[in-house]
């Protein structure tokens, strides 16, 4: 039995109801306009193209899930959640954005003129390159200048949300996009709409995220995600604590070698002042400790020997 009063958005159905169904369109329109518009100003339309041309593989979808579509002026959205890290994660997502630019592609005389691409992900983890910067969610990517930093190509477009790090309450909501993201991380916790949250669109997205207004078939398919996605998060969450397990387990080894290390050279040098200290030449010493004549020497020096 489902607890939770709302949908995972973090789920393969609860992804697709919020932002991929033509009821729930006006919420995805309203998303990518709070994301988008400072480049995009106002998107005023949207049409779901087939996410099969994006050349995805059955099996990416588990972990993957995402959403193809354009609005009124031809420039193209991927829109995508990921659960999971995934080894090739970023030259994954610009090999996708390749199908976009070359289905713009026509057969008869063209200037090469495209649409822009744009490509947001919605990711359930952090990337590991970027724990250094812990408040840090959202990366806006562009082809630039290395030296200038000024844009070199303005028409392909990467956003990436580090969902884990978002941590406003709904006391430090500023601005509507930040709305947006609490309702995403904490959509699943909630057991009414916040006073803070009370917006058409928002109320919209509570309803259709209300699982007790589901059909059978509905709640079924919803089950069937969640089951999947919790699994999954398990599985990863186990394969963390054993990492841990194994990282201290290594550390003790470590820590002990490291000690075994320093107790000998200890003894040695006890042994090499204590030698001194009775005559014994350094040639020696040397050969009894395996150290040098030179450290021999350096020792007697520090130790006024």
Not at 40 to 64: C, F, M, N, V
Not at 110 to 121: G, S
Request: aromatic content about 12%; overall charge neutral; proline content about 2%.
């Amino acid at each position: 039995m489902i607890k939770e009063k709302y949908i995972n958005p973090f789920t393969d159905y609860g992804f697709k109801r919020l932002f991929g169904e033509e009821f729930s369109k006006e919420l995805l329109l309203d998303f990518l306009n709070e994301l988008l518009h400072d480049e995009q100003g106002q998107i005023k339309s949207l049409t779901y193209l087939p996410a099969s041309k994006l050349g995805s593989a059955e099996t990416e979808r588990k972990a993957i899930f995402d959403l193809y579509c354009e609005n009124e002026k031809g420039e193209k959205f991927i829109v995508e959640m990921q659960k999971t890290k995934q080894k090739f994660f970023k030259d994954r997502a610009l090999y996708y954005s390749t199908f976009p630019i070359r289905e713009q592609a026509i057969k008869t005389t063209w200037d090469f003129e495209l649409n822009a691409v744009y490509t947001v992900a919605i990711l359930d983890f952090e990337f590991d390159e970027d724990k250094d910067q812990p408040t840090k969610y959202r990366y806006n990517v562009k082809l630039s200048d290395i030296e200038t930093h000024k844009i070199f190509y303005n028409k392909l477009t990467f956003v990436y949300l580090e969902m884990p790090k978002f941590n406003k309450t709904i006391d430090e909501l500023e601005t509507r996009f930040d709305k947006w993201l609490y309702i995403i991380k904490n959509l699943e916790n909630l057991e009414r709409i916040p006073d803070k949250l009370r917006e058409k669109i928002f109320e919209k997205l509570f309803e259709i995220a209300e699982v007790a207004k589901f059909s059978q078939k509905q709640l079924q398919e919803y089950e069937n995600s969640l089951k999947y996605y919790r699994d999954l998060k398990n599985s990863l969450d186990t394969k963390f604590e054993e990492g841990i397990k194994e990282g201290i387990k290594e550390g003790i080894k470590e820590g002990i070698k490291e000690g075994i290390k320093e107790g000998i050279k200890e003894e040695k040098i006890k042994t090499i002042i204590n030698g001194l200290k009775e005559g014994i030449s350094e040639n020696i010493l040397s050969k009894l400790t395996g150290l040098t004549i030179s450290k021999i020497n350096e020792l007697r020096k520090n130790y006024s020997l």
